[in-house]
Structures are given as C-alpha cells and as structure tokens.
Nanobody
Framework: QVQLVESGGGSVQAGESLRLSCAAS????????MGWFRRAPGKKREAFST???????TYADAVKGRFTISQDNAKNALYLQMNDLKPEDTAMYYC??????????????????WGQGTQVTVSS
C-alpha cells in the first residue's frame, strides 16, 4: 500500500515562496504518475500539476511559470517549488500517486493514492 506524506506548508506573504515535499513509502512500481492537487476553502479539489516517470510535467494555467514540480525517484519523493505566491493560492495541498506507464492527466479520477494534505496560506 502506497502511503504519501506531505510537508512544507505554512503561512507566507504574497510574493514569497514555499517548497512542498511529499514522501512516498510502500512503492512497488517503478512507473508512477505523481500529482499535486489543492482544495481552496469552499471549492472543489483541483489538479494543477502532474509529472510522469519520464519527468514530463503538466501545469494548469493558474500556476504555470510560478510553480515547478519535480521528483527524486531514488528518495521516493515529490516536490513542488512555489514562487510568487498569491492569496488565491491559499488551499490545502495534496500529493497523489498512481502506478502508470503512460501519460499523467490532471484528473482526480486517475489517482488512487493520496496524502493527508498540508495547508498553504498566503496573505496579501
């Protein structure tokens, strides 16, 4: 059973940066889709970035150019570098994983393994 634990959330001012980490354990496959999702207060959880086993990322328009997803397969770790944070980035951030040898889609239905989330709060 894959377990995911996020860390690195916190409270920052607009324009500042944060780096989220997601530690994975129980990994049995060498090919995974990994993703970052977020749920803002009163809104549905949304996918905004994924990365596949070939290190090909995808980004939603809302974070493109500000956020960078990366992974360290040797450490079973997923990262999210978030720069130029905005108040609208305030949300609970989740990492997700799914064994896959193909493309990764920003689609919650594709992922079966989820972390508990880490809160990011950005004040203006």
């Amino acid at each position: 059973q894959v377990q995911l634990v996020e860390s690195g959330g916190g409270s920052v001012q607009a324009g500042e940066s944060l780096r989220l980490s997601c530690a994975a354990s129980g990994v049995t496959s060498s090919r995974y889709c990994m993703g970052w999702f977020r749920r803002a207060p009163g809104k549905k959880r949304e996918a905004f970035s994924t990365i596949n086993s070939d290190d090909i990322p995808t980004y939603a328009d809302a974070v493109k150019g500000r956020f960078t997803i990366s992974q360290d397969n040797a450490k079973n770790a997923l990262y999210l570098q978030m720069n130029d944070l905005k108040p609208e980035d305030t949300a609970m951030y989740y990492c997700a994983a799914e064994p896959s040898d193909g493309a990764c889609y920003r689609d919650e239905a594709q992922f079966n393994y989820w972390g508990q989330g880490t809160q990011v709060t950005v004040s203006s």
